[in-house]
Structures are given as C-alpha cells and as structure tokens.
C-alpha cells in the first residue's frame, strides 16, 4: 500500500516559540508510522514581503499541499486564536486543500492549551473545503511538558499522536480515493 503524504506545519514565525517543541515531538511520532510520509514545513519559511515575490513565495507551499493527502497544523494561541502568519499561508491558497483531512494541535503556556485557537481556525479551514477530524490534541502549559532536550515528559502524548495519525490515516485514505473517482 502506498504510503500517505501529511505534511506538519509549525504556524509560528515567533523567536524562542514553545510550540516548535511540540511541533518537533509530533514531527518525531508520525515519522514513526510505517504508513505515511511527512514534511516539517515552518511558516518562518513562508513569511510574504513584498507583493512581486508572492508568487515565488508561495510556489513551495503550492508544490507541497498539491502533493498532500491531508494536514497537520502545531499552533500557538495568540489572544485567543493563531498567528497571523498561518493565515496569511492558509490564505495562499484555496484548491490544494478541497476534500483533505486537517488535524489542528494546540499550544500555549496557559491551562487550556490553545483549543481557543483550534475553535478560531477550524471554520477557515472548513470553509477553504478540508475535512476536519474530529479530535483536537491540546497542549496546555508546555513549558512543563519538556524536558530542557526537548524530549516529552508525559507519555501519554504519545498515543494521543498514535491514536490521531490512525485517524488521519483512514481519512486520507478515504478521501484520496472519493477525489479519484470524481475527476
């Protein structure tokens, strides 16, 4: 069976971001899974300047998500929804996400974990036509979550992460075949 291409995105340009912890630990686990394929996509890579350059800017991400069968997203929580930088990336595009799963990861340093942030983003991303699954990883307090190597301190993360990437698995895979038989 062929393997399924889900990129991660870390959608924080921010100098000494928690979340790129989070988002290296999730990059780690789905790497682990013998059924997909990944790619660590920094938005810091993305960041638009001048508007001559949009094309080439964005080119990349182009190339990426027409590859893509789905899509993980690690965000911070940003007074209470995401970095302006995802939604300028997001915003780039609109027909490379139709009919693709989405997982949205939430971060802060607070007790809630960015699932404001994962309410905010999830209607963008269903209006741009992806399928979201339905469970939302938070990552509450995550300066306690690492150890000072980056490696997590609470294991249950890892089957949170397991349980997610067999969830996104099924609905990639689905999906992938439902858009094959309608083009």
Do not use: C
């Amino acid at each position: 069976m062929k393997k399924l291409f889900i990129p991660l995105v870390l959608g924080t340009a921010r100098e000494g971001r928690e979340s790129e912890k989070v988002a290296r630990f999730v990059f780690g686990e789905i790497s682990k899974n013998e059924s997909l394929t990944t790619q660590f996509v920094d938005v810091r890579d993305f960041l638009f300047g001048k508007t001559e350059v949009y094309g080439k800017v964005v080119e990349p991400w182009k190339e990426i998500m027409e590859k893509a069968d789905g899509l993980i997203i690690v965000s911070p929580e940003y007074n209470h929804s995401f970095p302006g930088e995802l939604k300028i990336l997001i915003d780039s595009l609109y027909d490379e996400y139709v009919k693709k799963p989405v997982a949205v990861i939430g971060v802060s340093s607070g007790g809630i974990g960015g699932a404001r942030m994962a309410d905010n983003i999830k209607p963008i991303l269903v209006t741009l036509g992806m399928v979201m699954l339905p469970e939302t990883i938070t990552f509450p307090k995550s300066k306690e979550l690492f150890s000072p190597d980056g490696s997590i301190l609470d294991e249950s993360y890892k089957k949170k992460i397991a349980d997610l990437m067999q969830n996104m698995e099924w609905f990639a895979r689905t999906l992938k075949e439902a858009r094959k038989a309608h083009d």
